[in-house]
């Protein structure tokens, strides 16, 4: 009752950008300690890397990260995580009311990145510091030596420089609770200087200006249009952030489930907004350059629990009763994944994949306890959560070109978006290696739906001959609540989707009601 059909005359949407599949590291909860780092694991190398985390990060197939923050970034001193560890200070958090040891900082998130093979997209603290920071940093992890800050990154063993191309220039500088906020016009002058700067410094930087925190701040859009306008020529990307949950998890009420299937609506709503905005400060600066979207954090967060803990310490503090001493790397925010979830989470990816045009670069927050696709037991082992299979399936086999099928489809009704249609789906092609993948999701909470698929129009396709099937999965829970936990770490995960391709490329696939599917050929 619905079908995908890529047309002879379908234009690819761009070529997919590898770092599409990046992922965010913040000095947060038990993300960095604990996660990625435990010296006392038994899997641990000599520099307290755990390597079962690092398998997994590279199962997952990630390309580029995030770090250090996040909230975290905005009250942070980059120079307290270099050097002998035994000489580094210990300093309270503000956005998270923890204790940071910095036991781990640049240098060393940089010889765990080496290990993991995935680039860095570093980002500076806007809150409490500003532009002689930023350019310090810049000049310690990528001068050559000879200068002072390069020469001391050597001294700290470091000869080569790093090379870290993209920047983050302040995290969600919008939002009330960060650590030095700003208003629209405020960070527009700061972003500008720090950027200018930054590429007076080096040439072939990537530089990132903080956008909204989300679709629901009062300033959406306009803080977007008011920043790029101002330091349009300074600036490559604009960050997008965008979470959702199922609101109504606690009763598991069948509406909210509904809306939460159809998330993507929103995502795709945010990318128009924000896309918008950039042409509009490229248009009033007579420019000829489009300032890209790096997604760079998006997924699953049940934020309502983080805001109740959140409540419980403010009421503590109102009794004088504070949350002291502040912690060191407590559990927060250890969302553990539905079925559901991980649905919502492919569908997410196809959005990011249909517009990759202009959503140059994503992470998906975070990789490690904190809202993550993977879990570190302290001492004890890692392990996947659902939502670990649509990223990985996307991050391993999307190549080439991405291409927006045309898709007829059944409508389900949701209270946020409306009547939308219940299938989503995407392709990839790369026509040199002749591989490719198909993306597809039934967002309907209770109807299956059958799925004729028509791939013969794939560029070259006639004198390929044929399209074999390659490896077909569905991740579809009759219980659309079922997580994978500790114990049952493989409860949910796909299994193989009974499907045949003919040799034009056509097939059909039934979807059950919450369910991903993904589909490789050749
Ligand atoms: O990822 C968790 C938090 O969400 C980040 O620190 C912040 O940037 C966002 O609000």
Redesign the pocket.
């Known amino acids: 009752d619905a079908s995908i059909a890529l047309n002879a005359d379908a234009t690819p949407v761009a070529d997919v950008p590898p770092r599409l599949f990046g992922s ?1 590291v ?1 000095h ?1 909860g038990r993300c960095v300690y604990g996660g990625i780092y435990e010296p006392s694991h038994p899997t641990a190398d000599e520099n307290g890397f755990r390597q079962d985390v690092l398998d997994l990060v590279k199962e997952l197939g990630v390309t580029c990260v995030r770090y250090p ?4 970034v905005s009250n942070y001193n980059w120079e307290d995580g270099i050097g002998p560890r035994e000489n580094r200070p210990m300093r309270r958090d503000l ?1 998270w009311h923890c204790t940071e040891t910095n036991e781990m900082g640049i240098d060393d998130f940089y010889r765990w990145s080496q290990k993991a093979g995935t680039e860095i997209m570093l980002a500076v603290n806007m809150g409490t510091r500003g532009l002689k920071a930023a350019l310090d940093e810049l000049e310690y992890v990528n001068g050559a030596p000879g200068t002072a800050w390069a020469d001391q990154r050597v001294a700290n063993g470091i000869e080569e420089p790093m090379d870290i191309k993209m920047w983050c220039i302040g ?2 500088m919008d ?1 009330p ?1 960060q650590v030095g906020h700003m208003s629209p016009e405020e960070y527009a002058g700061a972003v500008d200087k720090v950027a200018h700067a930054m590429k007076l410094a080096e040439s072939g930087l990537e530089l990132v200006a903080c956008g909204s ?1 989300g679709a629901y701040m009062p300033t959406f859009g306009t803080w977007e249009k008011t920043v790029l306008t101002k330091a349009y020529e300074n600036l490559d990307f604009v960050s997008c ?1 965008a ?1 959702y949950f199922d609101r109504g998890h606690k009763t598991r009420a069948a509406a909210s489930m509904q809306d939460f299937l159809a998330s993507s609506e929103d995502m795709t709503k945010f990318i128009a907004t924000v896309s918008d905005a950039a042409d509009q400060a490229r248009e009033a600066n007579n420019g000829t350059k489009d300032i890209a979207l790096s997604f760079d ?1 998006w997924g699953v ?1 049940y934020s309502d629990k983080w805001n109740e803990q959140e409540d419980q310490w403010k009421a503590e503090a109102a009794q004088g009763l504070h949350h002291e001493p502040w912690p060191k790397s407590p559990h927060l ?1 250890e969302d553990i994944y539905t079925a559901a979830d991980a649905v919502v989470e492919g569908s997410l990816m196809i959005t990011l994949l249909k517009h990759c045009d202009r959503v140059r670069s994503a992470s998906r ?2 990789l490690v306890n ?2 993550a696709p993977i879990m570190a037991e302290e001492h004890g082992p890692a392990w996947r959560q659902t939502t670990f299979y649509p990223f990985a399936e996307a991050a391993l086999h999307a190549r080439g070109q991405a291409y927006a099928p045309a898709i007829s489809s059944p409508t389900i009704h949701t209270e946020a978006y409306g009547d939308v249609p219940a299938i989503d789906a995407v392709v990839t092609w790369d026509e040199q290696a002749r591989t490719g993948l198909l993306l597809a999701v039934n967002r309907d909470a209770n109807t299956p739906h059958t799925l004729t698929i028509d791939l013969s129009g794939l560029p070259g396709l006639p004198g390929l001959g044929t399209l074999a099937l390659g490896k077909a999965q569905l991740l579809h829970e009759d219980d659309p609540y079922r997580t994978n936990t500790a114990e049952a770490p493989e409860a949910v995960t796909p299994q193989p989707l009974d499907i045949a391709m003919n040799a034009t490329g056509t097939c059909t696939a039934t979807l059950p009601a919450i369910s991903w599917i993904s589909v490789e050929f050749h």
């Open positions: 965010f913040e947060l923050g996040g909230n975290f956005a995290n969600e939002g609770w925190s952030h979470y954090e967060w925010l927050a975070q904190v809202i």
